[in-house]
């Protein structure tokens, strides 16, 4: 991509190219200035500083000398902010360096027109650009919450804030200490391990019951279609809270006659009943995910099958299920994670003894906050990532088995 | 089809006199609607269990849980003799009832009192009126004394138990909340409550729920309106770009919504506390002061800010879904025939994707309008939803009974706009990555 020209480029001249850059520095000039006493000298030193290196650049340091210019500023900048600001200069300036050496390029040698449709005004090439800055924005406010909790959990305090050592990168100021709470800690080991037994078997009940209903769903006859639909997804779109006491008051009888009609002991009906109750709020993903797979699924197929004289267990096992195995398996990750992070129904059906992960996060985040619950953070949000990355795989494969060009 | 065949007689073939028949000798028709019915069978069979597991352990046990918030049976089955012998009374008299009533009530309270339900009716009517708690247990210790044969009249005994058996109001609450299915609880989460005179609005200090609705309602409306301000804009370039570039971005977007809902939660506190990152950023950066850092959690801003950011995906996905199918070019040739960049983004474009607008907001407004987990954690006190107050009520204050109201009416609205979803959507459209 980076070789195709849609536009002639050709450099910009002086007159264009100054102001730009004198903009821009201006607002890292007002940054850092505000940090260091006055924004106002660094407003305008800024400007002028950024104006002279920009002629300085393009003037004398572009064509064959456009390297040398490029990490000459780069060096320059990161040697003034490091002499300046110590650790946390050396990041700024690092970040500045890369940012000035490479826009006063782009903006004076018009390589920014480069991907653009020659006939765009100049206001129709600003808002491209200022459109994509929007986008930019609205991503960094998607991913920065997730991002910020992974360096704060290896902090050595016992706070929730960065503290000054960690700012000025100190080794002494981190720590894997509420990894070892983690790791080490009976109520958090207990909770994990309760999620970890509650997760799956609720997704494999969900999985179970929900691809069955989906591949019934999707025959062509079904009275009350629509209407059993609705059901089904319901779980899904009632609020939790209304869920839970439903729940909470169906499930405690249900436990009463469990423990004292059939004499189970009570820990084992704990789980029995917080198991059936996020089996429940998993079936709406099951059957989503299940019945988009089952829309591209040829019927002719089980035709063929049983032509062969298959039965229609044999035909379900090695024709239909491999090939909406995708679909299946990414509705159980769907349905796991919502058990997995699932608080206000366990909050209300389970007891003390069932309590899993999230419940002991909500309990810390409302009643203590420890550090403790960034690094179990930072442990799920590697732990997503790679659920993530396994529904997408499995997207893409169900894509091609289906023969569909991969999106 | 039989016809058909009859009306045909220039044909050489024999002529099929009865009706068409299938291999097995049955006719066509006959085992054409029982091979459906077989298929119908079969698909209802497959789909059974989990109908069944659903209907059984979801919709019914929420059916049976709001029916707590009509259901008023624990005074008349406490008191039923009370409850008789109040019928002729009158409360709008301004006069004490009869001796008979207080005969009656004692003979039920010693009941009661044996059952130890005394208690339960007092907390059960210290919800319409603060006092009957302690009125009903500290009167029951007492009550247990009296000899039901010996010791009338009863009137002046009660009275002099505690005093409060001889206000009217105190019978008058009995008496009204005596029916067994009541208003009461619905009239209780619109801030009024049932009097002899009928319904009638609660003293200006306890009208909240209704200001709670409103609130719930306006700030889901601002959740929404945000999702849709910020879900645009990444909608638009993910459809508009590459498929490679495309498909990472949307990996972006899908990984908070993959990410846990308590990690996400904790980190906007990390994010917007008092000694947060916007905070120390903003300090840092000299645009507000050290002692004059905005309180952004805790409030309204850090619930509305954290669901926008939580609910976000659902917003993104069904627009990303409704863009992807609209071919660019309407754009190119709205601008060749004259229009400006404005037009013909407002006039062709835009218009394009209302449903995708449409499927996200209502998706949207429907997750946040029964939202809890996040409210309670960083709404405070201004910043918390209607569902936070119905988990109060089950869990802390035990009124179960208003509880179940304030659920109804929320799950109402949430029905109507599901009902909503499903006629302009269809439910079996949602999307998830």
Redesign the interface.
Known sequence: MATFKLTHVERKPMSFTMPVIAVTGSIAGFLVGTANGSGLIGFLAGAAIAAAVAFVCISFLSDGMEKLGRWGLFAVLVAIGTVMGGALGFVVSVLFGAFFQWFIYWIGEGRYRTKLAPYLTPGQVLWHFSFKFICGSIFVFLITPILVVMPLSFNAEDFFTFTEGMLRFDPEAYSLKHYRDFFTNNEWQRSFKNSLIIAPIATVISVTLGTLAAIGLSQSHVPGRRAIMAVLISPMIVPLIISATGMFFFYSDIGRFLEGTIGIDKTTVGYIKVILAHAVLGIPFVIITVTATLVGFDRSLTRAAANMGAGPVTTFFRVQMPLILPGVISGGLFAFITSFDEVVVVLFVGSASQKTLPWQMFTGLREQISPTILAVATILVVMSILLLLTVELLRRRSERLRGMSPA | MADATQSAPMQSAPVQTGPMLAADGTPLKQSLARS?RN??I??????A???L???L??????????FKSVENDIVADTLPLTVAALQDWDAASGELPDEPVYEAFVTDMIEAVAAKQHTRLGTRLNYEETGMSSLFRKSGRQIRRIDIAEDAPFKEKLIDINEDWGDVETWSVIKTHSVRMTNGYFLNAVDMKRTPEGAQSQPEDRQILVKLFIRTLIMSLAITGSCIL?GY??AW?IANQ??RIG?L?L??????F??????????????L?Q???VN?ILV????IADDARLVMIRNEVGTIVAMT?IL?PFMILPMYSVMQTINPSYLRAAKSLGAT?FTAFWRVYFPLTVPGIGAGSILVF?LA?????TP??VGGTSGIFI?NR??FH??SSLNWGL??AL?SI??AA?LIL?WAY?KIVG??N????
Request: proline letters at 5%; charged letters at 10%.
């Open positions: 459906l298929q119908k079969r698909a209802l069979a497959l789909i269990p989990l109908l597991f659903v209907l352990s979801f919709v019914i046990p929420i059916g049976q849980m709001l910020l804009p990444i370039i590459p498929a498909n971005l990996i972006l977007v899908l990984l908070p993959w990410t846990s809902l308590l990690v996400r939660t904790s980190a906007w506190i990390v994010m506390q000694q947060g990152v120390e840092w950066l000299n645009v950011h976000l960049n429907i309008i029964g939202y809890y987990i309670e954690i569902s119905i988990a089950i869990s509880a179940a659920a929320l799950l949430v599901y499903d439910i079996d949602v999307k998830l990555g």
